[in-house]
């Protein structure tokens, strides 16, 4: 048996992204509140996204989708 997973679909800048995982922003943060870059990459090399959007509290780690076919039933 297969089980499928819903999946997010986000549009930026015309391009297409499959969201694998969300990071709140704290958890990417030092005690002076910057963001620690090597931290954010390696959550991205960790999930294998190749991608990573912002928004207002955290870090969106994404899959860019190159190629896509349109099914009509």
């Known amino acids: ?4 997973t819903p999946t997010k ?8 992204y499959k969201m694998l995982r969300y ?3 704290h958890n ?5 509140g910057n963001v620690r870059m090597d931290v954010l990459a ?3 090399d960790y999930v294998g996204a190749d991608h ?3 928004d207002q509290t955290g870090f969106i780690l994404c ?3 190159k190629d896509a076919t349109v099914i009509d039933e």
Do not use: A, S
Not at 9 to 16: A, C, G, M, T
Not at 28 to 32: N, Q, T, Y
């Open 23 to 25: 990071l709140p922003e």
């Open 9 to 16: 679909l986000i549009k930026h800048n015309d391009v297409w």
């Open 52 to 54: 990573v959007l912002r």
């Open 1 to 4: 048996m297969e089980t499928l």
């Open 42 to 44: 390696g959550w991205r």
């Open 28 to 32: 990417v943060m030092d005690k002076g």
């Open 63 to 65: 899959e860019m989708i």
